[in-house]
């Protein structure tokens, strides 16, 4: 199974900075079927990066991805109140699909 | 707008079964497949398989076989997730998501969850 590890688990930030949230993979992920999920307390997962670096719909530009093989990256270029969250990254090109342990983005 | 909408919370004692349901409106159920992922108590998701819409496009995880079963009502757009043999260590929040017809794709909607709790 595709292990991945995501890093920091906890980033400290301030509104309008920059986040970048790291995820490494274990073997490389075909064809970049790699996503972004954010999770806030009480709530399912809202997808919002698929294929390592597009937006899904309705996700606001601030969000990036970037990466491949077995490196990738989330950015979130300005955070914003509603940004401080949890964040999973997931691979969905084997089986079974695995997620990161989560990265918490915190005020 | 596409909405996956989940039957509620159950309690079920060690040994039993529990069947989730995940209702799917705003699209085509024909031409999509469902995920069903599940989170324990502040820990990270498992995905436990995945149902597709063509007959035989199904997948179990492994650790799940023979005690996981997933079906969809194509007549009423449900799909169901049913674990058997229940333990104390299946207490978690089972979400269902959506998937694209073959499954390799990332989960764009999801149920907002049923907390299953074994005790």
């Known amino acids: 199974e595709i292990v991945l590890t995501q890093s920091p688990a906890t980033l400290s930030l301030s509104p309008g900075e920059r986040a970048t949230l790291s995820c490494r993979a274990s073997?490389?992920?075909?064809?970049?079927?790699l996503a972004w999920y954010q999770q806030k307390p009480g709530q399912a997962p809202r997808l919002l990066i698929y294929g390592a670096s597009s937006r899904a719909t309705g996700i606001p530009d601030r969000f990036s991805g970037s990466g491949s093989g077995t490196d990738f990256t989330l950015t979130i270029s300005r955070l914003e109140a509603e940004d401080f969250a949890v964040y999973y990254c997931?691979?969905?090109?084997?089986?079974?699909?695995?997620f990161g342990q989560g990265a918490k983005v915190e005020i | 707008q596409v909405q996956l909408v989940q039957s509620g919370a159950e309690v079920k004692k060690p040994g039993a079964s529990v069947k989730v349901a995940c209702k799917a409106s705003?699209?085509?159920?024909?031409?999509?497949?469902f995920t069903w992922v599940r989170q324990a108590p502040g820990q990270g998701f498992e995905w436990m398989g995945w149902i597709g819409p063509d007959i035989g496009n199904i997948k179990y995880e492994q650790k799940f076989q023979g005690r996981v079963t997933m079906t969809t009502d194509t007549s009423t757009g449900t799909a169901y997730m049913e674990l058997r043999s229940l333990r104390f260590d299946d207490t978690a929040i089972y979400f269902c998501?959506?998937?694209?017809?073959?499954?390799?794709?990332?989960?764009?909607?999801w149920g907002q969850g049923t907390l299953v709790t074994v005790s």
């Open positions: 705003g699209y085509a159920i024909s031409d999509y497949g």
């Open positions: 997931q691979q969905y090109g084997a089986s079974p699909r695995t």
């Open positions: 073997q490389g992920i075909s064809s970049n079927y």
């Open positions: 998501a959506r998937v694209d017809r073959f499954g390799f794709s990332a989960f764009d909607y």
